[in-house]
């Protein structure tokens, strides 16, 4: 059973940082692509920042330059380091994995908020 575990969540100043992490379980981590997505009230749930297996990258035009995510497969951990965070990127962050065309996962969501 796939599970997914995002913690590291809270309220920041802007301008501050926060660490996300997503521990995960029932996968063989190190080949799967990860991602993080985030979701703030009223809107849709959208990519923050995406890592593959082979360590590719990609950033969402709004975070780049701000946000790392990395992965540490001996912990079967994917991290999102968010600094300068922004009132705008309050929302709720998930982690995410697709296993296979018809097999996605997603975690239970951890709340960032940040005050101007």
């Known amino acids: 059973q796939v599970q997914l575990v995002e913690s590291g969540g809270g309220l920041v100043q802007s301008g501050g940082s926060l660490r996300l992490s997503c521990a995960a379980s029932g996968i063989t981590f190190s080949i799967y692509n990860m991602a993080w997505y985030r979701q703030a009230p009223g809107n849709q749930r959208d990519l923050v920042a995406a890592?593959?297996?082979?360590?590719?990258?990609n950033y969402a035009d709004s975070v780049k330059g701000r946000f790392t995510v990395s992965r540490d497969n001996a912990e079967n951990t994917v991290y999102l380091q968010m600094n300068n965070l922004k009132p705008e990127d309050t929302a709720v962050y998930y982690c995410?994995?697709?296993?296979?065309?018809?097999?996605?996962?997603w975690g239970q969501g951890t709340q960032v908020t940040v005050s101007s």
């Open positions: 995410y994995v697709r296993k296979g065309a018809l097999q996605t996962y």
């Open positions: 890592l593959t297996s082979g360590g590719s990258t």
